[in-house]
């Protein structure tokens, strides 16, 4: 079975900085995918980005990039020009290629400092 | 921007009773799963469904739990009767496809607390 660990249960970073969140995982499978959500204080569950394993470029969305090394099984995710608004628990989840649930890690708070 | 919705955004019951928990996943949208989220721990798998059936079920869908599509728009998780431990957010999400496409979309949760 598949299982995702994220190593830092809190990160915290100043307004306008960098900050990279740590994800790894564990799987036999060479196709499949992987996502990073943020839950902000109302709980809800958003995408920020994916990435597809069959792909060698590192995905990007705006301000959030991913560093992802199949070979190590990381996946980490970079925030730059950290806001206020980023505040909030990020899980990195993982997808088999033709399955159906996603595995969550244990997520990481991300504080951001003004 | 379609989004996935879910009602109630917070249901309070006594042990025993039953539950059910309303989702309306995006309009074109074919697989649909219900996830939940214990205070505090890790987001947990519980079902899919696609085309009228259940296509993958985690250990804890157990039988106190089904799930429906009783219309064209909404998708239903039951709980016939509810224990401590099933408090918890629920969480509705659905996806256009499987395969290299599918990417899942959540609701807003239900927050289900049980006396």
């Known amino acids: 079975a598949q299982t995702v660990t994220q190593s830092q249960p809190e990160m915290s970073v100043q307004e306008a900085e960098t900050v990279t969140l740590s994800c790894t995982y564990d799987?036999?499978?060479?196709?499949?995918?992987l996502f990073w959500y943020k839950q902000p204080p109302s709980r809800q569950m958003i995408l920020v980005i994916r990435?597809?394993?069959?792909?060698?470029q590192n995905a990007t969305e705006n301000r959030f990039s991913v560093n992802f090394q199949k070979a190590a099984k990381s996946f980490s995710l970079k925030i730059s020009d950290s806001q206020l608004g980023d505040a909030a628990m990020y899980f990195c989840?993982?997808?088999?290629?033709?399955?159906?649930?996603?595995?969550f890690g244990a997520g990481t708070i991300l504080r951001v400092k003004s | 921007e379609p989004e996935v919705t879910q009602t109630p955004s917070h249901q309070v019951t006594q042990m025993g009773q039953e539950v059910i928990l309303r989702c309306v996943p995006i309009?074109?949208?074919?697989?649909f799963y219900w996830y939940r989220q214990i205070l505090g721990q890790k987001v947990e798998f519980l079902v899919s469904?696609?085309?009228?059936?259940?296509?993958?079920k985690s250990e804890i869908f157990d039988d106190q739990f089904s799930v429906e599509r009783p219309d064209g728009s909404n998708f239903t998780l039951k709980i016939r009767s509810t224990k401590l431990e099933d408090s918890a957010m629920y969480f509705c999400?659905?996806?256009?496809?499987?395969?290299?496409?599918?990417?899942?979309?959540f609701g807003p949760g239900t927050r289900l607390t049980v006396l």
């Open positions: 999400a659905s996806s256009a496809a499987r395969g290299r496409v599918q990417t899942q979309y």
């Open positions: 799987t036999s499978e060479s196709d499949y995918y």
């Open positions: 990435q597809e394993a069959y792909k060698q």
């Open positions: 989840a993982y997808r088999s290629e033709y399955g159906n649930k996603l595995v």
């Open positions: 309009s074109n949208h074919l697989y």
């Open positions: 469904f696609y085309n009228n059936e259940i296509s993958e």
